[in-house]
């Protein structure tokens, strides 16, 4: 080992442990501060970035559709679920890396500052509801670019968005609710990874990570799922408007609680049992 690099390894162990991996504590005062600007967002920019997040987050389900297009059945059913995993990553990557305002980002983030006594609940369902219609709005506008164009480009097949669909409308409610709690859950793990994450490579890895957790399992996410259906809804290829009305309100009523009561209410919990700094010092160290 040469000189320079024992300097640095030097360095490396002298450094304090805050400097060079996030506390929890800190990750939850970053979180409570970031939803705070938020939630105090004016309507008209809330609502555009949440509109910008549903036709950002199209790219991923219309890789999907491509990507099933092109292989057909060349390949096997576990290549090709794993090649459309890490499609449907691609989606949430534009739109947590871009910080357009995700309404499955937002169940975790949303609450702290409630739990932390700086926020009402009537902020956190004006973001909720606010972030939810914009998506949506969004997701629709998407879907149907999507269901156009793809066949007019010929890279997209009906049958393929028949099937993307299928996966979702499928199930029993309770199963529809169930699914959406776990990937409630996994959106409010990602937002708590981006946080306690250094740099923006580390926030793609833990994005990509997540999301391929969910689009391998097949979870319901109300606004990539959105997506999902209504590509073969407006092409015609699939379910109906009733199929996709009962995955939406299994899809968002699951998210909300597997984001702000899995993860929200737990890390609150244990951080605040680890002494959360007040409000003041949070603005401070970390208000641009």
Known sequence: MNESTQRQADEA??????????SYRTVLEQQIVEAGEELRRPAPGLVLSSISA????GFGPFLMAVSLTL???????????????????????????GRSTLFT???????????????RMT????LWSMALVGNLIGAALIAAIIAFLGPALEVVQPRALAQIAH????????????????AGWLMGLMSWLVTASRDTTGQILAVWMT??????????????????????VFAGAGPSLTDYGTFLV???????????????????????????????????????
Not at 123 to 126: G, S, Y
Request: hydrophobic fraction near 55%; charged fraction near 15%.
């Open 167 to 182: 996966e979702l409308v499928r199930q029993p409610w309770w199963v529809m609710l169930m699914s959406a709690v776990l």
């Open 71 to 97: 292989v057909g059945g060349a390949w096997s059913h576990q290549a090709t679920q794993i090649l459309l995993a890490n499609a449907y990553a691609a989606g949430f990557v534009f739109v947590v890396i």
């Open 250 to 288: 299994w899809a968002v009523i699951g998210n909300a609680v597997g984001g702000s009561c899995f993860v929200g209410l737990l890390k609150f919990g244990h951080a605040r049992a680890g002494n959360l700094q007040p409000a003041s010092a949070r603005d401070a160290r970390f208000r641009t």
């Open 13 to 22: 162990r002298d450094r304090p442990l805050d400097e060079a991996q996030k």
């Open 54 to 57: 549903g036709l950002d987050l």
């Open 123 to 126: 902020d956190v369902l004006r």
């Open 211 to 232: 999301a391929f957790v969910i689009g391998l399992i097949g979870l319901h996410h109300s606004i990539a799922g959105s997506i999902e259906v209504l590509m073969a």
């Open 105 to 119: 980002e937002r169940t975790t983030s949303a609450v702290l500052p409630v739990l932390a006594g700086e926020a």
